[in-house]
């Protein structure tokens, strides 16, 4: 089993406040081979009066060393990886990058991080770590 990341609960509480209910914890990928990959979460939310629902998956990421660029390199690598997987296994369900809003500023909101964004190379939310509460979804 992978280990959490240092921000787990926070985002799990955030995303539950946000209307979302946790499904996986974590979420299994199923490779060829036996292989298993682990995104951090699962969740699913209805969608008001369209009685459907809204299937993600969440990768969280602390950006917690002393390189930025060198969390953001990694994070993007998995990214990719698992998003490339998901379309292929569970098209219907849409991966997300989990961050806090600090590393939006400091990160995606300079040119590295915008390219990724405006690309359309990752999606992510940000959090608020001590009010558990997503900040911004950056579609």
């Not at 946000?18 to 081979?33: C, N, S, V």
């Not at 961050?99 to 190379?121: K, M, N």
Request: glycine share 4%; with cysteine.
């Amino acid at each position: 089993m992978p280990v959490r990341d240092y921000y787990h609960e926070v985002v799990c509480n955030a995303l539950q406040k946000d209307g979302w209910t946790i499904t996986h914890d974590p979420y299994r990928l199923k490779l060829a081979r036996k292989k298993n990959l682990y995104i951090d979460l699962g969740a699913e939310q209805l969608i008001g009066a369209e009685k459907d629902i809204q299937k993600i998956a969440v990768e969280i990421k602390s950006f917690r060393r002393a390189s930025e660029m060198k969390d953001l390199e990694e994070a993007v690598g998995q990214f990719v990886l698992y998003d490339r997987l998901l379309k292929r296994h569970e098209p219907e369900r849409k991966l997300y990058l989990a961050v806090p809003d600090s590393v939006r500023e400091s990160v995606f909101e300079e040119e590295a991080g915008q390219v990724l964004i405006e690309d359309e190379i990752i999606r992510l939310f940000t959090f608020d770590v001590d009010k558990k509460e997503v900040v911004k979804w950056m579609i």
